[in-house]
């Protein structure tokens, strides 16, 4: 069956998310239904039937330099969570 399934992650530079081989990651954000604080999560196209892939992504922080190799931009994220705002921006960083 396809349909959309959230994928949440811990804010670090090289999250991992397990996603339905074949899935398309379509969305990064900050999940508020998740708790009071929220957390940072993918929402991606998958095919239930699939097995699960872990799928590598990059985090950094706008001025932060990004590392060598193929990166496939996913989307930025306004992480309101703290008193400051900062700016992540997702990559997926295949291997």
């Given at each position: 069956m396809r349909t959309v399934w959230?994928?949440?992650?811990a804010l670090?530079?090289?999250p991992m998310v397990r996603i339905p081989r074949g899935g398309?990651?379509?969305?990064v954000d900050v999940d508020h239904a998740a708790g009071d604080y929220g957390v940072m999560a993918v929402?991606?196209?998958v095919d239930t039937e699939n097995p699960l892939e872990d799928r590598p992504l990059f985090v950094t922080g706008t001025g932060q330099e990004l590392p060598d190799g193929d990166l496939v931009y996913l989307g930025s994220?306004?992480?309101r969570r703290t008193r400051d705002v900062f700016v992540w921006h997702?990559?997926?960083?295949p291997e």
């Open positions: 959230k994928f949440p992650f670090s530079d090289r398309s990651i379509l969305r929402w991606a196209q994220i306004m992480d997702v990559w997926e960083h």
